[in-house]
């Protein structure tokens, strides 16, 4: 006998995921320069010097020193390190207790939402969104209910998440640089959800006769990687908020799975966040993040991203695709460029892409019709070799 909803999870795969693994094969079959894959949010970027310095010094240490386990929560001195930097950055004064070492972005966020949601209750998603959110949502046994973010700007759209909200809603999801469009929430649009938020939480606690506050859990993985934007401290904007974290962008390390949960200690009620937290991780099979890599985030806290290589992408990639008739959202942050699909029908849109080896991912798998997303963290190579491409794409449509 196996679980039917887990091999149904096994067997529907990602979207993305499974563009990467074709363009593998295309990679081995005609060559990888031939293939133009912008499916993965993988950092072409090596990580910075400051991480092999670290890892070198860590092995010179006693075994159980650099491979052994740290406690569940993680090792006491790097949550030190991650809490005092950001003390530094934002005005704050966290300790180690308003930290929980996580298994990468992914744990983070399946952690959070499993220690605030009850089977039944809902989380607000903005649309477009990434769509593992659903996966873990569900997971959580909880509801997924995707709120259209504002179509011309892809900010939050504050009225929009405002009619969503019931009683069941336990939640919502930011994440901002945005996955998939690169938008970065202002300060003004976060201060308009809040709002809703505060509202609802009042109208609620009336109601009940007790607190019963939505959680809103700001996913960060891309807080580092922005082209002049001010990207919002969210805790400070609101007081229920967890933030996710993941050091697989800001120091190009995907593969090594390791990150954060911050849930500060403010009150009785974010206390019993924090043990929830822990006691999903332990559910799940979290026994602590990976300790080479805990003390990489201790060496490389304050290290700051290759900024300047993304950018050069982005703008390589958005003059040429101006230049012959596209359209996009012009990137505030991340690493994607959200481009309008030139028909209505995104998939197939995508399909004609694959033509000339041109690798997009659909929105469709993002929640909205009609766009593509474009990951530009490759190697410049791979999207000079493009061009020519997207330029023949272009003129299939007639531009």
């Given at each position: ?74 090792a ?15 005005g704050t004064?966290?300790?180690?207790a ?44 909880a ?8 179509q ?28 998939p ?29 007790h ?20 990207v919002p ?74 900024v300047?290589a ?88 007639g531009?």
């Amino acid at each position: 006998m196996i679980n039917d909803t887990m091999y149904a999870r096994g067997a529907e795969s990602s979207v993305i995921r499974e563009i990467f693994t074709y363009a593998n094969e295309r990679k081995a079959q005609i060559g990888a320069e031939n293939v133009f894959d912008f499916s993965l949010g993988n950092p072409s970027v090596p990580a910075p010097d400051e991480v092999r310095q670290s890892i070198e010094r860590s092995l010179k240490l006693l075994p159980e020193q650099v491979h052994g386990y740290t406690p569940a929560p993680g090792a006491p001195e790097v949550r030190t390190a991650v809490a005092e930097s950001l003390n530094r950055r934002f005005g704050t004064n966290y300790t180690m207790a308003d930290v929980f070492m996580t298994v990468g972005a992914a744990a983070s966020v399946s952690c959070t939402l499993g220690a605030v949601t009850c089977p039944g209750d809902e989380v607000i998603v903005i649309a477009p969104y990434f769509p593992e959110y659903r996966v873990w949502i569900e997971t959580a046994g909880a509801v997924c209910i995707e709120v259209l973010a504002d179509q011309e700007t892809f900010q939050v759209d504050p009225e929009a998440v405002a009619a969503a909200i019931t009683d069941r809603t336990a939640a919502v999801i930011i994440d901002s640089p945005n996955n998939p469009t690169g938008a970065v929430y202002t300060r003004e649009s976060l201060e308009k959800l809040v709002d809703v938020l505060e509202r609802a939480n009042a109208e609620r606690e009336a109601r009940l006769g007790h607190p019963q506050p939505i959680v809103l859990i700001s996913d960060e993985p891309y807080r580092e990687i922005t082209y002049g934007a001010e990207v919002p401290w969210v805790p400070s904007l609101y007081e229920h908020t967890v933030v996710c974290y993941s050091y697989s962008k800001s120091l190009s390390l995907p593969g090594e799975r390791v990150g954060w949960v911050l849930v500060p200690q403010v009150s009785e009620g974010a206390r019993r966040v924090m043990t929830a937290v822990a006691g999903t991780a332990r559910s799940l099979g979290f026994v602590c993040a990976p300790s080479l890599f805990q003390r990489v985030v201790m060496d490389c806290v304050d290290v700051p991203s290759d900024v300047a290589a993304y950018a050069r992408n982005r703008d390589l990639l958005t003059q040429a695709l101006s230049q012959m008739g596209y359209t996009y959202v012009e990137p505030g942050g991340a690493f994607y460029l959200w481009v309008r699909a030139l028909e209505p029908d995104a998939e197939a849109f995508c399909e004609r892409a694959r033509v000339y080896e041109l690798l997009p991912v659909p929105s469709n798998s993002f929640g909205v019709e009609g766009w593509v997303r474009v990951g530009y963290c490759v190697a410049p190579e791979v999207i000079e070799r493009s061009l020519p491409a997207w330029k023949r794409l272009a003129e299939d449509y007639g531009l």
